[in-house]
């Protein structure tokens, strides 16, 4: 068992001191953690949502100015840099695009065999007239859902992102307001796409924290889908194209998944490999070269595949924390991750592992079980290296008459309405454990 550490996390308020009595009296954690509890110290709600920004010295540089890798299981990070920095992400775009096209082939609203039409628009800005990464489809030709869907994620083709967005919204804005509204159903929250393509527009932002939560969560929802990244070429009416993404080629265990670039974004990369079992997802954006953007993209994968390794934090059904509960036949509820939750950390690294589960409460009853509840936070020394959504692990019901003008009285005493947080330290000498 670690030893009991009543120092402060990263969001602690200083000079609060934190008896045992209290920590056992509100917050009850596995014996992997050491536990320190912050009790009356409302935390604002957009506050507790937003990730620690003080930097520390990295022992990995990369010529990318935006960059973060991850581990694509956990959602661990393992390196960032100006990852919340919004930036053109050029062709990247094109994965929100292939994410609404394969979401409506899933939910059976388009069909791979279903033909779409090649515009006089959709040719002129994004095929041969256009001298940008096209497919080359003829004017007001018909083309297959699939083949416009390969194109796009393979060639890049432009044309078959403007063909598929016409064909599914009836137009590209409107296709676009489609874009942006699964970015935000998927969590993307820093970024915005005004077309299909990336092409240059004003409002094409984004993130490579975004982007890679992007990728994440297209590789976890469509493993089938996701194959098509890792095809090398795509011959379409008699015309071969290599695929863009230099990753594919460096016998690194890559399998995706896109490329970008424009004059004001510069050379961006959406790449994922696997080694091990283990998927690495890497993002760059700001590059220089093709080669730059390439070389990069590699040595962030390989130092992510040979200097770190997985620690179970918490098992499957472990219970993580509680949560407080407002009007309950009892006073918490036992909180516990949807999956076992893992943290990658660096071998042989004195980092300190800190934690702190977040939820905005007291919480409401009844709750049932399985009911999305707040999140685990995990620090590897002053930066945010893992958010784990946590869940009700049983349902609770609604308390009678006495327990909730018991828990009314209380709240106004000790005035908890605002969000609250539990924090929960861990330390251990020589390699990092929760």
């Known amino acids: 068992m670690l030893p009991l550490y009543a120092g402060m996390g990263p969001d602690s308020h200083s000079g609060m001191r934190i008896t045992t009595s209290r920590i056992a009296a509100y917050v009850r954690l596995g014996a992997r953690l050491a536990v320190c509890a912050m009790l009356a110290v409302p935390v604002a709600a957009g506050a507790a949502n937003q990730s620690i920004t003080g930097q520390k010295k990295e022992e990995f540089a990369t010529a990318a100015p935006y960059a973060i890798l991850i581990d694509a299981d956990s959602g661990s990070v393992l390196f960032e840099k100006a990852a919340d920095t919004q930036t053109p992400p050029s062709s990247m775009a094109k994965l929100m695009t292939v994410e609404v096209v394969f979401r409506q ?166 790449g994922s490999a696997e080694r091990n079992g283990l998927r690495l997802i890497v993002v760059i954006n700001g590059l220089k070269s093709e080669k730059e953007r390439g070389d990069e993209g590699k040595k962030l994968l390989e130092w992510g595949f040979r200097g770190f390794e997985a620690k179970l934090l918490f098992a499957e059904g472990q219970t993580v924390g509680e949560a407080r509960l407002f009007g309950g036949d009892q006073m918490h509820v036992p909180l516990v991750g949807k999956d076992i939750i893992t943290l990658m950390v660096p071998r042989d690294s004195n980092d300190r592992i800190t934690a702190k589960v977040v939820y905005s409460g007291p919480i409401v009853a009844p709750v049932e079980r399985g009911q999305a509840i707040g999140k685990l936070r995990v620090y590897r020394g002053d930066r945010v290296a893992l958010e784990a959504p946590l869940i009700a692990a049983e349902s609770v019901g609604r308390g009678g008459l006495v327990r909730r003008a018991f828990d009314a009285m209380n709240e106004l005493v000790v005035g908890l309405f605002q969000s609250g947080s539990r924090l929960v330290t861990a330390r251990r000498n020589g390699n990092p454990q929760l």
């Open 105 to 270: 082939l899933a939910e059976g609203k388009i069909k791979p065999t279903d033909e779409f039409q090649i515009s006089e628009d959709a040719w002129r800005r994004g095929g041969a007239p256009s001298h940008t990464s096209s497919m080359f489809a003829p004017i007001h030709s018909r083309v297959q859902v699939q083949d416009l869907l390969t194109a796009a994620i393979v060639q890049s083709a432009n044309d078959a992102c403007i063909a598929l967005a016409q064909g599914i919204a009836g137009s590209e804005p409107a296709f676009a307001k489609m874009m942006n509204e699964r970015a935000h159903e998927i969590g993307l929250t820093d970024s915005n796409f005004a077309n299909a393509t990336g092409l240059p527009d004003p409002a094409n932002k984004s993130t490579v924290r975004d982007l890679a939560r992007l990728a994440q969560y297209i590789i976890k929802t469509y493993p089938d889908q996701y194959k098509t990244f890792g095809e090398k070429e795509f011959t379409w009416n008699r015309i071969r194209q290599q695929n863009r993404n230099p990753l594919l080629t460096m016998d690194i265990g890559a399998d995706g998944l896109k490329t970008g670039y424009t004059e004001e974004g510069g050379y961006g990369l959406v």
